[in-house]
Nanobody, 123 residues
Framework: QLQLVESGGGLVNTGGSLRLSCAAS????????LAWFRQAPGKRREGISC????????NYQDSGKGRFRISRDDAKATVDLLMLNLTPDDTGTYYC????????????????WGKGTRVTVSS
């Protein structure tokens, strides 16, 4: 089981960028898939992107493709989400999550969660 702590959220103008980071502890990361989810106000939690230790990402949101980039550093035990050209539709709470084995964009497949970091994009 992993303990996950997100950071890097905040208020940004439309067109701006943010890098979210998630620090993991509790176990070696090599067997874990690491993912980012977003929950917009009044909406369900949705998968954005996931990455295995191979470094190959899986992306689950068409709106983020080309703008969001997931990366991981197992030596530092971190997984980052670089978000470019942000719009108000990207506003929400962003969660880091993990599971053993393969990637998934479904929240019920994930076993470990951080508490989230809030991102607000002003118009």
């Amino acid at each position: 089981q992993l303990q996950l702590v997100e950071s890097g959220g905040g208020l940004v103008n439309t067109g701006g960028s943010l890098r979210l980071s998630c620090a993991a502890s509790g176990s070696s990361l090599e067997d874990y898939a690491l993912a980012w989810f977003r929950q917009a106000p009044g909406k369900r939690r949705e998968g954005i992107s996931c990455i295995r230790s191979t470094g190959v990402p899986s992306n689950y949101q068409d709106s983020g493709k080309g703008r969001f980039r997931i990366s991981r550093d197992d030596a530092k035990a971190t997984v980052d989400l670089l978000m470019l050209n942000l719009t108000p539709d990207d506003t929400g709470t962003y969660y880091c999550a993990s599971r053993l084995g393969s990637c998934s964009g479904l929240h019920y497949d994930m076993t470990d969660w951080g508490k989230g970091t809030r991102v607000t994009v002003s118009s």
